[in-house]
């Protein structure tokens, strides 16, 4: 199971994600992405992924998908940071910004 929060402030709207990122419900987390970057009116938009519990492979990929597109990682845990970290090192290895 996964729960997604939005929490709104004035610099920044925190999508703010609990549980499981593993199938299906890592496209739940895409879409509430995608729909969390409308109207940020030149806010950040953050994930907190503090409280994953477990992360799939294509919860990897959804997190290199969202590290392309300039996604904000906050409040991570030391596995979720690791996890992170070693995407974040794919990203870089395939040429593309972080």
């Known amino acids: 199971m996964l729960k997604i929060s939005i929490v709104e402030g004035r610099k920044q709207r925190r999508l703010v994600v609990e549980g499981r990122l593993v199938p299906p ?5 895409k879409a509430a992405c995608e729909r969390a970057g409308s ?3 030149g806010r950040e938009l953050v994930i907190d992924l503090q409280n994953l519990t477990t ?4 919860g990897e990929e959804l997190l290199l998908e969202l590290m ?4 904000k990682f906050r409040g991570c845990g030391v596995f979720t940071n690791e996890i992170l970290k070693q995407v974040a090192r794919r990203l870089r290895g395939s040429g593309a910004q972080e």
């Open 68 to 71: 392309k597109l300039g996604a």
């Open 55 to 58: 992360i799939s492979r294509q």
């Open 25 to 29: 419900w890592s496209d739940e987390l």
């Open 39 to 41: 109207g940020l009116d």
